[in-house]
């Protein structure tokens, strides 16, 4: 289903170079170039239906790696900027990802082994809170009358499934799996995801959820209420503009809802940071056994990437 009018294209990224080679997120600034000029991340403004689409458009394994985490940081600042100046009447967000099949797989689990080999906790405290920061900013949609939407073309594991829990609402295409895996190697989801699930489920069911180690399939997470809309496979992007343009008119009454919900059920960046600080300690527990086993996530990984590439 096409678009109302033709996006407009903004850019398809720099080179990996002018973003950040730590966990710690660049400032805004620190590189030049111009707003939506970023890393990884393609972006197209709708005029037509107030809509910003972004893809996650990595060369490397689809993670949450450092330079990612930086480009999000200067997306959500670019978004706040070019919304307030009206340049760029931003009604609703969408972020999916370019990457065949995938989502997200979640954290950089290369990084994370090289600091827990190391015993850098510092290192891994400031990925994390890199991490919870930007969802905690997209949970609150940027403190903006903004609609976030999490489209789901491919499996959401771990961190992947944790970034899309701080979305408004989430339409996933049939087939696809949610997963939160950390447990199999002796790690729990550090990023937001028991604060968000348990919110939206409770705590026992969370920790149920968590605690399995297993895959959810796009059905059953819209009968949880996690996923909020269903797509045939390959349609997930025009379930997404139809649900765009059937609630468009209702743009402001979706907004009060959900800034209601989140004053009924509060989530303090603080929360999300303790977590992280608890993760990191949790991580620096794990025996060489589980290291090994998260290398050969990582290799696995690796192969899926080059698959994508030929």
Excluded at 86 to 98: A, C, E, K, Q, W
Excluded at 200 to 218: D, K, N, P, T, V
Excluded at 238 to 249: C, K, M, W
């Amino acid at each position: 289903m096409p678009l109302e009018s033709p996006p407009v294209a903004i850019t398809q990224g720099v080179k990996a170079a002018d973003c950040a080679t730590s966990a710690q997120i660049v400032p805004q600034g620190s590189a030049r170039r111009a707003p939506f000029e970023l890393t990884d991340l393609a972006t197209a403004f709708d005029p037509a239906t107030g809509t910003l689409w972004t893809y996650m458009d990595q060369r490397t394994r689809p993670s949450f790696n450092p330079e990612l985490l930086a480009a999000f940081a200067h997306w959500q600042d670019d978004i706040i900027t070019a919304h307030d100046a009206g340049t760029m009447p931003i009604r609703y967000l969408v972020l999916g990802s370019r990457f065949p099949g995938v989502f997200s797989l979640g954290g950089d689990l290369d990084l994370f082994a090289g600091h827990i080999r190391r015993g850098d906790r510092d290192a891994l405290v400031r990925y994390g809170r890199a991490c919870v920061h930007i969802l905690h900013r997209n949970m609150r949609s940027l403190d903006r009358p903004i609609i976030t939407i999490g489209l789901v073309e491919g499996d959401a594991l771990g961190g992947g499934f944790e970034a899309l829990l701080s979305f408004n609402v989430v339409i996933a295409e049939r087939g696809t799996y949610f997963g939160l895996p950390e447990t199999n190697f002796g790690l729990f989801p550090g990023m937001g995801a028991h604060c968000f699930l348990s919110r939206r489920l409770g705590s026992a069911r969370a920790e149920q959820m968590i605690l399995s180690g297993r895959s959810y399939s796009a059905e059953e997470l819209y009968d949880l209420g996690i996923v909020h809309g269903l797509a045939a496979p390959g349609q997930g992007r025009a379930e997404v503009e139809t649900y765009i343009r059937q609630n468009r008119r209702r743009h402001s009454g979706h907004c009060a809802i959900y800034e209601a919900s989140r004053s009924v059920n509060p989530l303090d960046l603080a929360e999300l940071e303790a977590v992280v600080d608890l993760w990191a300690d949790a991580a620096l527990r794990l025996t060489d056994t589980d290291l090994k086993l998260m290398r050969r996530l990582v290799g696995a990984q690796s192969r899926l990437r080059d698959k994508a590439a030929v």
